[in-house]
């Protein structure tokens, strides 16, 4: 009998053994995607939780936000319709009753060069950042929000100014996912899978459709207004500001009249992103 426990022992003390040792090797060999998915869970829930607690602060109309998000290595490149609606809202104030301005920067230095030429420009993380976003009733942005503008925008009244028209398939146009990976990408990532938009600004009639189906709005919700960002071709003069990030090569070449006839040739091209640049 104490021989057969004895066995019994040393054969349970193996299994364990061996269970352990599996565990190490795949820990060993997974470890940095389980530390990978696990702070992107706590991240979620973080910013699930900032989210929530956003709505509980009052907002104010007299507060405006404009974000963008759009980087060419470490900085930020300042172009699309959020940039110039902000610089238009910036310096006609008194049109729409003095609201305060507010460029949310996720580059500090950019941040400070848009405050040497007079504008108001606070990153995300900063005092002044978090308690703008905090207090904005309107917040623009050419895009869905990054996690960072996201999680403090709790009732706050979207209003995507959207970067081109619809060529293609996207949002929920797509090959929809199953229930559960739906699910756990909402909580995972829900600066893509969990956007509100309270107005969504296109240029034609033809696109209601589209987007209807694309991003689920409401027809009711929907903008039909020139892009802010064709104030360049409108021979009307260009706000302080307006060209930061502009080809100022190609500028010359247009205004230059040197050719009677341009042709644009305009591939989607995103700045950074590439291991080259093009020339």
Known sequence: HSFLESHSIRALSLRSARFISVLYILWYKYRVSIIHKLFT????????????????VPR?????????HRRECDKEI????????????????????????????????????????GYCAYTPSSLQGIFYSLRAKYTF?????????????GRTKIIHLFHGIALK?????????????????????PDTYQQRTSKFLITSAFQIPIFEE??????????????????????SP???GALIDVDTDLLEIIESKKYSKHILYAPTYR????????E
């Open 169 to 189: 398939k996207f949002g929920f146009q797509r090959a929809k996912p199953p229930i559960l990976s739906k699910a756990l990408g909402k909580f995972l990532y």
């Open 78 to 117: 300042f172009f699309g319709n959020a940039k110039y609606l902000f610089l238009h809202a910036s310096n006609n104030k008194a049109q729409y009753g003095n609201p305060k301005v507010i460029w949310i920067a996720p580059d500090k230095d950019f941040a400070d060069k848009l405050s040497t030429l």
């Open 41 to 56: 869970f706590l991240k979620a829930l973080f910013t699930w939780t900032i989210f929530l607690i956003s709505f509980l």
């Open 214 to 235: 694309a991003i689920r709005i409401s027809r009711e919700n929907i903008l039909i207004a020139e892009y802010p960002r064709n104030i360049v071709f409108s021979g």
């Open 141 to 153: 942005s050419d895009d869905h929000l990054r996690p960072p503008n996201r999680m403090l925008s």
């Open 60 to 68: 104010s109309k007299m507060v405006w936000v404009f974000i963008d």
């Open 271 to 278: 700045r950074g992103k590439g291991k080259e640049e093009f």
């Open 238 to 240: 260009l706000p302080n």
